[in-house]
């Protein structure tokens, strides 16, 4: 097959006065650049949005679960104390008992 050649070629000032409405490399580059900034700085924003909902989300569960607990432990430290209350107690009556089994045998023995 034989090539068929254009009757009416086209001249390079010709070409450059067709193509001067379409972008060249450097414009669609530049395009590009400042499509991918906006994306970045988009996502940056929402990876900043959804932390911070996140973070509001753990601040409202850690506020309950210390609501919750609270009461445990106060109840806890009461029964602590009770208990630090009654061992006093015991070995205060313990050592009562003891005193008046010594003051017992003296008479006993005498």
Known sequence: MKKQTAQNALTKEELKD?????????????RFIA?????RAEIKY????????ILAGMSKFTNLILTAID????EI???REDREIGTAQME??????????????????S
């Open 18 to 30: 067709i193509l001067k409405d379409y972008p060249r490399k450097n414009d669609l580059d530049q």
């Open 35 to 39: 499509s991918q900034n906006a994306f």
């Open 46 to 53: 929402e990876f900043s949005m959804m932390k911070e909902e």
């Open 71 to 74: 009461p445990l432990l106060k």
């Open 77 to 79: 430290e009461t029964r």
């Open 92 to 109: 205060e009556a313990k050592n009562r008992l003891n005193n008046h089994e010594k003051r017992i045998t003296k008479p006993e023995h």
